[in-house]
């Protein structure tokens, strides 16, 4: 073994604009693949369809949130095992490319980094702040060491390491940050382990993203002039090899706005053209999997990005072979001789129905189970951050002071509701306020009533300026021009809940279905039918928006009533046939079970593309410049 990784290198010719792979000239085709939103049981299925598309590499994020979730708390095993995803591609025969953060983008939440860096409010991320760079040289102390073991030249498949990402489009302009991570980087991955920055193929982005030492490569998608696109890279590489470390399959979605796609023809056409100058090039995304859980990013102006991270790439969300495979795959046949061999089928899905539930109970009478610690209790309300409820919800809860028998304006200073609060008196809902959108409402309730915000972290910023994205209250509420003081704060661990089971102790209405509360129900896999479980996709016909759990699993959120996404991907691997599934849904906002069936659905077909009404997206297409 020793012998044999002695043999191997990767680097790069300057003289011959090329990388040298064992001594010989070197062009990879590579894909994007996000471990953390592949399940880990999908790894070698969606790797084995990349291999035979003609891909040489995988490129793949590593999310420092997704590990590290509390200071000093490092978590590497089941879908987080980085080193087992590793250990497949080898096995696969493919190389890999690193992009190891700190900061990735990636519509993942707060671009990965954890959001307990905003304890210190004053932080400035991506920065030389000191307290910034000592938590980022504790988190590569551990990751690092553990990928040099990895490296190409020590007998892994890693061929390069991405150092930050896309940094050229941030404010800060750090030269100093960038040349602390070299350093970083150099002292645990050593000397001969190429590392290289991406950014928009834009002069502007390449001046800030760039640094002397880390090779300098560049992004842009179908359509692009590519001629053009590569001579902005020469200005800050003027030798070496042409690299697009983000060629655009497909893009990005937003809650509330149209699913983007990107036709094949269109893909294969630019694909063809940059592989005919001679160019490595990544393909972004291959696959994009799923944002579970509540894993999803956002932008601004403050949008979300839903639970499916399908990006109309050649794999679709669920790993199925599409026309854009087929098409990028004849496109790297003409290039270079494709693998022998059969592809991998899409993996069939099943129907298993309709699954009726039924209420257990509202938020509000749950909170011996969700909140078992009891409220914090403050004049003025804390963030998420300050409570340390780095995800999903927390119950702000306080009493008017007043009656409000006629209609009286709730208001948000500052905009400061991130993201969601669905807002009731006594149980009684009075509306929602949401960041960006809608500020005031007018409620009404007997003075000594309890007036409760539930608020939802809907994903961060995970772009630009405003990353440093507190949640929750994150100023005054006011009642009639008044100041609202004296809150109770129930941070609410809700996967912890769930896996242990809810018991509804209080005598609540349970007839009121438009507050949020709490439905469960359960289904068994058919007998006699081989080959089950298969994957499914769920739907929630009269349903508004909340989050499904599925055996404790924690699916995403869902929202038909906003789309375009309306099935969420469901897995086979978080499905048992040995005994019934149990499934529990949160609503938000109201669900069909006074009116109509109450029940969600089973189907064999997503629907990611809803053919709902919207206002013309402000988003352009292969754009990051969204603030």
């Known amino acids: ?93 493919l190389l890999v490319i690193l992009r190891a953060g700190p900061y990735i983008c990636g519509e993942w939440d707060m671009g990965g980094l954890p959001a307990w860096l905003l304890e210190k409010e004053s932080i400035v991320l991506r920065s030389s702040d000191p307290d910034y760079l000592a938590a980022v040289d504790r988190w590569m102390g551990v990751l690092l060491p553990k990928m040099k073991n990895h490296l190409y030249q020590n007998g ?65 998608g179908p359509g692009s002039n590519v001629t053009m696109a590569f001579l902005n890279q020469r200005k800050s590489e003027p030798k070496g090899p042409l690299v697009n470390s983000e060629f655009y399959t497909g893009w990005l979605d937003h809650w509330g706005t149209k699913h983007f796609t990107v036709p094949a023809s269109v893909v294969a056409k630019s694909l063809s053209n940059i592989l005919a100058h001679g160019a490595s090039i990544n393909m972004y995304m291959f696959i994009g999997g799923t944002n579970f859980g509540y894993w999803n990013g956002a932008n601004m102006p403050y949008a979300a990005q839903p639970t499916s991270y399908d990006y109309d790439s050649p794999l679709s969300e669920a790993g199925d072979l599409t026309e854009k495979y087929f098409a990028i795959r004849e496109v790297i046949g003409m290039y270079k001789e494709l693998p022998k061999g059969p592809i991998p089928p899409t993996t069939p ?33 804390l963030t998420f951050v300050q409570l340390k409820q780095y995800f999903g919800f927390v119950l702000y809860r306080t009493k008017l002071p007043r009656n409000c028998t006629e209609n009286t304006t709730l208001f948000t200073l500052f905009d400061g509701i991130h993201d969601h609060a669905y807002v009731s008196v006594n149980g009684v809902s009075q509306g929602v306020l949401s960041r960006s959108h809608v500020s005031k409402l007018n409620i009404t309730g007997n003075a000594g009533a309890f007036l409760d915000l539930l ?4 994903g961060r910023v995970n772009y630009g300026r405003y990353i440093n994205d507190f949640k929750g209250l994150v100023s005054n509420i006011t009642l009639g ?38 439905y469960t129900g359960s289904f068994s896999i058919p007998s006699g039918i081989p080959d089950l479980p298969q ?13 499904i759990w599925i055996n404790s699993f924690n699916l995403g959120r869902y929202w038909p009533a906003r789309g375009p996404q309306v099935t969420l991907f469901v897995p086979s691997n978080i499905l048992v046939s040995s005994s019934p599934n149990n499934i529990t849904v949160l609503e938000l906002e109201g669900s069909p079970c006074g009116t ?27 754009s990051r410049d969204f603030v």
Not at 486 to 513: C, F, R
Not at 603 to 610: G, M
């Open 481 to 518: 021009g008044e100041i609202l003081t004296d809150w109770e704060m129930y941070p609410l661990a809700i996967d912890k809940a769930v896996s242990q089971g809810l018991h509804n102790e209080t005598v609540g209405n349970i007839s009121n279905y438009e507050e949020p509360s709490f």
């Open 455 to 458: 608020v939802e972290n809907t």
């Open 596 to 622: 109509q069936k109450c029940l969600v659905e089973f189907v064999d077909r997503p629907n990611i593309n809803a053919s709902l009404h919207y206002e013309s997206d402000f988003r352009k297409l292969f």
């Open 349 to 381: 899905k099943f129907a298993y129905g309709e699954v009726a539930l039924e209420k257990v109970g509202a938020v509000r009478d749950l909170l011996n189970d969700l909140s078992p610690s009891g409220p914090v209790k403050s004049t003025y309300p």
């Open 535 to 547: 994957d499914t996709y769920i739907q929630f016909p009269g349903w508004t928006k909340g989050q």
């Open 1 to 93: 073994m020793v012998q044999v990784a002695s043999q191997r290198s990767f680097g790069i010719d300057y003289a011959h604009d090329c990388f040298l792979k064992d001594g010989k000239p070197f062009r990879y085709i590579s894909g994007s693949i996000h471990y953390s939103r592949v399940p880990r049981d999908y790894w070698k299925d969606r790797l084995l369809k990349m291999k035979m598309a003609g891909l040489d590499a995988i490129q793949t994020y590593v999310p420092w949130n997704f590990h590290e979730p509390e200071p000093g708390v490092y978590t590497f095993s089941g879908d987080r095992d980085l080193e087992h995803f590793l250990e497949l591609t080898e096995e696969m025969g």
């Open 156 to 220: 892994g498949p890693i061929i390069m390491v991405q150092v930050e990402n896309e940094y050229g489009s941030y404010f800060a302009c750090d030269y100093d940050y960038l040349r602390y991570l070299q350093n970083l980087f150099r002292h645990h991955l050593g000397d001969e382990v190429v590392l290289f920055t991406t950014d928009g193929a834009v002069k502007t982005f390449l001046r800030c993203g760039t640094l002397q030492g880390l090779y300098a490569t560049v992004d842009f």
